[in-house]
């Protein structure tokens, strides 16, 4: 199972959401010094390989984070927007997904396939955090690309 309830196996990925993606690159690049490249095809994704203590670290361009919850560049003016985002690989995401919705948590997304072979189901924490309860096979032993 996991550490958790829910079966949380670990931290898949940590980073900010940058309203404006050169702003957030000019801080956590060249203030921070963190070593972080633009994701091959993706020039706006700024992804810090190799960084200790974290699976996955990147500045997603607020843009991209609409995109993969609501399927459109311009997030929605009704809903809370994330400073962060957070995601968790879980050991079940079905049954992750059910114990969210069970606990009166409202999905954003539900289990769903992105292209890099992650599925996700993602909600807003109470202070804005953008969740994703994640089954991310690059992330695991022996994974493939994702």
Known sequence: MGTTDLGVLFVAGF???ART???GCAFWRDT???P???MEGNPDYLVAHGLEGAKHFA???LAQAAQSCFGTEAWPEDVPVPQCWVEFDVADLERATALLKERGCALLVEN??????QRVSRLLAPEGTLIGVTHTPALREGGGEA
């Open 112 to 117: 769903r396939k992105e292209p890099w072979g």
């Open 15 to 17: 980073g900010p959401i």
């Open 36 to 38: 972080l490249t633009p």
């Open 21 to 23: 993606p050169a702003r």
């Open 59 to 61: 500045v997603w361009p």
């Open 32 to 34: 921070l010094g963190l």
